[in-house]
């Protein structure tokens, strides 16, 4: 009887990441989305246990923004959803809404590109690993090194779209600029992504 395949391996950043060239990439100035809590603004920075690359012992703390509404919906609700049979408090819904942040050219390190992370030795599984110890510690190492990236690029893991992960750090807290569009519950691309995906508020 064949025995078990060999697991794959969990990359984790590589002990001389710090000496490697860290490949940078132009992302032009656009507006960016993020759904927030009415309570805040949308430029919040923040270092939170549950967010992709935020280690707890990043030196700057990071702003999440996503390419449209639909990917910044999934990012903020998309495991609530799946967790609890498609449904979701209204008390969540109604104290949320949506806003664009103007993001100015960075030259940032993208993840969601193959050459990037060929460079540095990652694949999409360290990455989106359900365990966040892993990309958490990718954060943590792309922040320190000494290209001094002022952003990560990434993928969403629910729609596969870009996100980027922006570090507090070099003045770029006052070149965003954010625009409130919305509550949630008044804003018709976020009543179709209700209706799309069968999801029920109770």
């Known amino acids: 009887m064949a025995g078990s395949p060999n697991p794959r391996p969990l990359r984790f950043p590589p ?3 710090a000496t490697r060239a860290l490949p940078g990439t ?3 100035s656009r507006a960016w989305y993020r759904v927030h809590p009415k309570t805040y603004t949308a430029i919040h920075f923040s270092l939170t246990p549950t967010h992709r690359y ?3 012992d990043c030196p700057h703390p990071i702003l999440y923004v996503a390419m449209d509404p639909e990917t910044s919906l999934w990012e903020r609700f998309g495991d609530s959803v799946f967790d609890n049979g498609y449904t979701l408090p209204q008390t969540l819904w109604d104290d949320a809404m949506i806003s664009t942040i103007d993001v100015p050219s960075l030259h940032l390190c993208d993840l969601s590109g193959t050459k990037t992370r060929s460079a540095i030795t990652v694949d ?3 990455l989106m690993n359900e365990d966040l110890t892993v990309p958490q510690q990718w954060g943590l190492e792309i922040q320190k090194h000494p290209a001094l ?25 006052a070149q965003l600029k954010e625009t409130p569009l919305s509550p949630l519950s008044q804003f018709n691309p976020a ?3 209700l209706t799309k995906n069968d999801v029920t508020l109770f």
């Open 15 to 17: 002990a001389d990441l």
């Open 26 to 28: 132009r992302q032009i």
């Open 54 to 56: 935020s280690h707890p």
């Open 124 to 126: 999409l599984t360290a």
């Open 149 to 173: 990236a002022p952003a990560i690029k990434f993928k969403s893991r629910f729609t596969g779209t870009a996100c980027l992960a922006v570090f507090d750090r070099g003045g770029i807290r």
């Open 191 to 193: 009543l179709d992504w």
